[in-house]
Structure formats: structure tokens, C-alpha cells
């Protein structure tokens, strides 16, 4: 299994930004995917959820409207769509393959494996 991020980069306030997650190894479109993220000093946070076909999705309460996940199953990868992005967001962000019988928990989910982490710095 090997998820690798991309897309993470500085932004200003109020600034974009798209990550994506390239899977490989597993049955990409038979797994269902979180996003988490991870700010210095900080445990790591639930981000966003989707579903192996795309149609259930869920994010945090912080996320409020501004990001938004999607797959390409054809493509074997995850994105998450940042917008508005405040200096809160800073962090590293992850990508996870959910497993109910994973042995780390991040808010609601368990994953078994996830990437390294792209890198997002919002700051004037």
C-alpha cells in the first residue's frame, strides 16, 4: 500500500490550494479515504471523509463550507479542494485508507495506512 500527497505549498489567507492522493497497491475504488491533518504541537485531526463510490462524504465542523473532497477511482486518487484558507489551516495533511480494523483512530474512523504528508503553511 502507498499513498503519496501532493499540492501542498504557502498561501496567503483567504488563498487556494488542491491536494491530491496518489494510491497504489490496493483496490483504490473498494476502499473508503479520510483526509486528516496534523499542526505543530497538535494531536492529528479528522478532516474529511469519502466513500468507496463518492457519495458519502463528511467533514469537520472547522471545515465549514470551504473544503471539498472528491475522488477519481479511474485515477486512483483523492483530492481535497481548499478554499479560503485561514492560518489555522497550517499543517500537515494526510491522506488515509479507512479500516475498521485499523489501529489508529482520528476522530470518527480507524485507517491502517496513510501517506506522508503534504505540507500547508497559510501565513501573510
Known amino acids: 500500500v502507498q499513498l503519496v500527497e501532493s499540492g501542498g505549498g504557502v498561501v496567503q489567507p483567504g488563498g487556494s490550494l488542491r491536494l491530491s492522493c496518489a494510491a497504489s497497491g490496493f483496490t483504490f475504488s473498494s476502499s473508503d479515504m479520510i483526509w486528516i491533518r496534523q499542526a505543530p504541537g497538535k494531536g492529528p485531526e479528522w478532516v474529511s471523509s469519502?466513500?468507496?463510490?463518492?457519495?458519502?462524504?463528511y467533514y469537520a465542523k472547522f471545515v465549514a463550507g470551504r473544503f471539498t473532497i472528491s475522488r477519481d477511482n479511474a485515477k486512483n486518487t483523492l483530492y481535497l479542494q481548499m478554499s479560503n484558507l485561514k492560518p489555522d489551516d497550517t499543517a500537515l495533511y494526510f491522506c488515509?485508507?479507512?479500516?475498521?480494523?485499523?489501529?489508529?483512530?482520528?476522530?470518527?474512523?480507524?485507517?491502517?495506512?496513510r501517506g506522508q504528508g503534504t505540507q500547508v503553511t497559510v501565513s501573510s
Open positions: 488515509a485508507r479507512v479500516s475498521f480494523t485499523g489501529n489508529v483512530e482520528v476522530g470518527p474512523f480507524k485507517y491502517d495506512y
Open positions: 469519502i466513500n468507496k463510490g463518492g457519495i458519502s462524504i
